[in-house]
């Protein structure tokens, strides 16, 4: 009896040493993004993706270089060092996902009909004119 009590303490007491885990610093992915995807369709190679929290949920736009219509994310979803969403362009879905590198790096894909396109991400700093307004 006593030697299940010791064992059961002994357990207990080394449970949270076992399941710790290793806490990686959270990224902020909240931001505004310029990405380049030089193997994408004419008019879909740049542009910026602006990521961020509505009403306590993550959401996502995407714009193009020389369009001023943004393309709405849905179903956004931020795991980890993750974020993926889709975006309805030219009659068809498009799937995003993107891996957060570090703070101001981030790569991604595009699947759609025709394949994959990969495209790297640079965050965009407020420039001092914005931060004077």
Known sequence: MRKG????????L????????NKQPKIDSAGTWKFDAPYAPEGYNSGII?????EQKPSATMSFTGNDFKYPGENVKAEKDSILFSVYIQGQDVNVMLKIENDTLMS????YSEGEVPFSLTKTLASEAEVKQ
């Open 108 to 111: 991604g894909k595009a699947v």
């Open 50 to 54: 602006v990521v961020g929290m509505v």
């Open 5 to 12: 009590f010791v064992i059961i303490l002994f357990i207990v």
């Open 14 to 21: 080394c449970l949270p040493v076992l399941t710790a885990q």
